[in-house]
């Protein structure tokens, strides 16, 4: 096996570790009980996650909205009671994004 980035080390534990703990919290009581907290998750956080096994997941635990969806997946996570707090829109990145004003003609 080659060398892999950190990033990727990274990526592959935490969905090991995601995976493994959403079948515990589907069965124990949920992360947010009291509904007094409205917490959220972002989508890229668990791209090897299938979305609609994340949503399910997501909603188990009590979490009310997913963030940094595209507008296409708006409906869907209504389907699971959720929202999508902050839409994803493209506009560059975090290097060449709103930060730097030489950027701004070309985002809007």
């Not at 090991?16 to 959403?22: D, E, L, N, S």
């Not at 929202?83 to 985002?107: F, K, W």
Request: aromatic share 6%; net charge neutral; glycine share 10%.
């Amino acid at each position: 096996m080659g060398k892999m980035a950190r990033r990727q080390v990274l990526a592959r534990t935490s969905a090991a570790v995601i995976g493994a703990t959403f079948p515990t919290v589907a069965e124990a009581e949920r992360a947010v009980s009291k509904g007094r907290l409205r917490q959220s998750v972002s989508r890229w956080c668990y791209d090897e996650i299938p979305s609609r096994e994340l949503y399910r997941a997501v909603a188990d635990m009590g979490l009310t909205a997913v963030d940094l969806l595209e507008e296409a997946e708006w409906s869907v996570v209504r389907e699971f009671g959720l929202v999508c707090s902050m839409g994803y829109g493209g506009g560059g990145t975090i290097e060449n994004g709103l930060n730097e004003r030489s950027n701004h003609d070309a985002i809007v």
